[in-house]
Structure formats: structure tokens, C-alpha cells
Nanobody, 124 residues
């Protein structure tokens, strides 16, 4: 599946952004979906994921209670609503897909399909 992420930008601390990721193909509902992020000089890290069928969600501790992942299978789109943004949330955000995958899969290497990334900058 091909993924196209959008919605990044510059926001002040405490603000909100909503990222979107649109997928091509007709088997979108067969994919577990996730958002990862990579800050300058750091490794890519898991942010949030959502299951294929019942939309079970899972979050990194660092974003729990502030970020919300959701999906619309009719629109082939996964979202990441980010509230209460902090300067440490500054990173390039990537959406990823795993065919028949688990919502609890946090490892970067297990996701074969990736979007191009969208930059989120949070100023203090």
C-alpha cells in the first residue's frame, strides 16, 4: 500500500495539530496502522497504532492522554490528533502500515509500508 502523510506545521506549545495519512489500494481495512516519529539525531520511535477491525488503539507513554489515533476505512485514511503539544514532540512524523498486523507491534522493522513523513515543529 502507498501512504501519503500531511498536516504537519509549526505550532506553539500547548497547541494542536491533526495529521492525516491517505492510503492507496482496496485492502486498507486489512492493515494495522501506526504513527512513528523521528527527531533530529534520534532513532525513529513508535507513537501510536490502531487495529484493523475494531479500532483498538495503543500509545507510547510519552503521548498517552494527549494524542488520539483514529481511522476511516471508507476514506482509506488514518489520523493523528495531537493536543497539548510540547517542544519535545518536534519531529518528522511517519505513518506506517502492516498487513494483517498487530496493534501492539512497536518495532519499526515490522512495518513494510511507510509514508513520506510530515514535519511537526513545536515552539516554546
Amino acid at each position: 500500500v502507498q501512504l501519503q502523510a500531511s498536516g504537519g506545521g509549526l505550532v506553539q506549545a500547548g497547541g494542536s495539530l491533526r495529521l492525516s495519512c491517505v492510503a492507496s489500494g482496496r485492502t486498507f481495512s486489512s492493515y494495522a496502522l501506526a504513527w512513528f516519529r523521528q527527531a533530529p539525531g534520534k532513532e525513529r520511535e513508535f507513537v501510536a497504532s490502531i487495529s484493523r477491525i475494531d479500532s483498538t488503539t495503543y500509545y507510547a507513554d510519552s503521548v498517552k492522554g494527549r494524542f488520539t489515533i483514529s481511522r476511516d476505512n471508507a476514506k482509506n485514511t488514518v489520523y493523528l490528533q495531537m493536543d497539548g503539544l510540547k517542544p519535545e514532540d518536534t519531529a518528522i512524523y511517519y505513518c506506517a502500515a502492516q498487513l494483517y498486523g498487530s496493534v501492539y507491534e512497536l518495532r519499526v522493522a515490522k512495518y513494510k509500508d511507510w509514508g513520506q513523513g510530515t514535519l511537526v515543529t513545536v515552539s516554546s
